[in-house]
């Protein structure tokens, strides 16, 4: 393959008060000073992407020689304005452009050849606990993503009142499993990925660990199920003899709990937080039973909101573009006020 030489997309370019801007965000750009050296590079790689000729005409235009030329382009490369690519792929119209985009944007790569975020991505298996509002999103933005296996275990079926927050499931899905409307509608969105759903319900840790060890490898868990509350602790337990991590995601009325994101090499759940499940059984009968019938506030947007940043953190650590900011700690979002902490 032939390599070309462009400007990275994702930069707007500004120039004012005699400096040049390749504007990435708000706060983040790349300042050079303006002039001709400037206009020359920008228009010249404008104009073709060989870099050959980008050599020539930077000579031509500059008066420079085709060694200084050379140096010249290897500066903005290193300042991540310029980037190589293969001209007779057509990344524009890959599945997952955009989203190489943003992981450049985030953890700059200037040899395209040596780029496996994607790969690392493809070889990820995601096994969901739970598929409701939470799970729903989270399996939407991993099977988009290109996540390259997705377990889905779930026991209910698709009801009315499930609508409003469970977008993956339509009116005609009503009365059907959960998990194989999922895996139908999921399908439909990227047929390359592999999806696969169990019906089972969940009681033990003993269950836990064998419905991962029949399915795995697994790396990593997504605790989304309403029930039962011990699923933190049994994740907590097994992850170290299953190589796994996992991640809890789930709200309190308007408060969203995304996190923490635990494995192996982290901290337990019950180390870091404490646990309710004993104070709540402690309870006597009366109390019990209306906390047995909670109902969880909620919507499609709510639960947008808050599977998509666990989603996101998850693919930050699959691919290594940055650290999870869920790594041992939990976000709290304040729906209401859109304030948002770690506690």
Known sequence: MSKGIRIKSYYHILEKDGVVSFIKTLDESIRIPSGKMADTIIDVVQKTTDYNLVCMNLCHELNITNHESELLIGKFLELG?????EINIQHESDRYHRQQLLFDSIAPNTDPSVNNYQKKISDTHVMILGIGGIGNYMA????AAGVGKITIVDFDVVELSNLNRQILFKESDIGKSKVKSAVEHLGSLNNTIQLKGIETKVSSQSELGKLIEANGPVNYLVLSADHPPHLVLWASALCTKHQFQYVKCGYMVYQGLVGPLLGPQTKSYEELFE??????????????????SYIAPS?????????NIAALEIIKDITGIASSALKEKRLLVDLKTMEISFG
């Open 140 to 143: 939407m933005a991993f099977a």
């Open 299 to 307: 919507m499609a947007a709510t639960n947008a909101i808050l599977a």
């Open 275 to 292: 646990w309710w499940k004993p104070m709540i059984e402690a309870q006597p009968q009366h109390f019990k039973a209306h906390n047995d």
């Open 81 to 85: 304005i310029l980037e190589w690519f």
